[in-house]
T-cell receptor, first 111, second 116 residues
Framework: GQSLEQPSEVTAVEGAIVQINCTYQ??????LSWYQQHDGGAPTFLSY????GLEETGRFSSFLSRSDSYGYLLLQELQMKDSASYFC????????????FGRGTSLIVHP | EAGVTQFPSHSVIEKGQTVTLRCDPI?????LYWYRRVMGKEIKFLLH????????ESGMPNNRFLAERTGGTYSTLKVQPAELEDSGVYFC??????????????FGNGTRLTVT
């Protein structure tokens, strides 16, 4: 099976930069995804890494190190609307690549 | 395009009753997934359909849960009889890519099920 670890909660102030880490244990690793979920809403896809390195999409970036079984989501120029839960999810090869999700990190952005 | 829709948004039932959740995926998405999140825990995989066929139902907790996707369009998830531990938010998601790893999952808003 797969297991993922991410912090349960992170707090930051508006305008700051925050990094949410995710470590995973799995065999047949294929890729790491990140999803955002606002309270009561649908999880929404943010980014996907299959290869080592940084993927940038606007204020959000995601990083992967396959050798370290580690990734992170970087949020820059934080805004109040970024307060949400962030989930990392790992996909493995050899099956249907169905993402396995972590417990999520609650990000609280203060003014 | 319309997103993934789930019905109902909330359901409160008593232990022993039956509940049926419905999911309408994005039109044209052959892949449909059910997940569940119990408060504070991970979003846990339940099962995966490709069109009308169950590809993987390894996450279904027990035989009180029955999922169907007749005609390969919408899907239903029935819980019968419901137990207290079935409470949680049930998410449905769909994707276009047959293997799922090249396209993201599109989630619905979920059905919040409370069993009392």
């Amino acid at each position: 099976g797969q297991s993922l670890e991410q912090p349960s909660e992170v707090t930051a102030v508006e305008g700051a930069i925050v990094q949410i880490n995710c470590t995973y244990q799995t065999s047949g690793f294929y890729g790491l995804s990140w999803y955002q979920q606002h309270d009561g809403g649908a999880p929404t896809f943010l980014s996907y890494n299959a290869l080592d390195g940084l993927e940038e999409t606007g204020r959000f970036s995601s990083f992967l190190s396959r050798s370290d079984s580690y990734g992170y989501l970087l949020l820059q120029e934080l805004q109040m609307k970024d307060s949400a839960s962030y989930f990392c999810a790992v996909s493995v090869s050899g099956g249907s690549y169905i993402p396995t999700f972590g417990r999520g990190t609650s990000l609280i952005v203060h003014p | 395009e319309a997103g993934v829709t789930q019905f109902p948004s909330h359901s409160v039932i008593e232990k022993g009753q039956t509940v049926t959740l419905r999911c309408d995926p994005i039109s044209g998405h052959d892949n449909l997934y059910w997940y569940r999140r119990v408060m504070g825990k991970e979003i846990k995989f339940l099962l995966h359909f490709v069109k009308e066929s169950k590809q993987d139902e390894s996450g279904m907790p027990n035989n009180r849960f029955l999922a169907e996707r007749t005609g390969g369009t919408y899907s239903t998830l029935k819980v019968q009889p419901a137990e207290l531990e079935d409470s949680g938010v049930y998410f449905c998601a769909s994707s276009q890519d047959p293997t799922g790893h090249l396209s993201p999952l599109h989630f619905g808003n979920g059905t919040r099920l409370t069993v009392t």
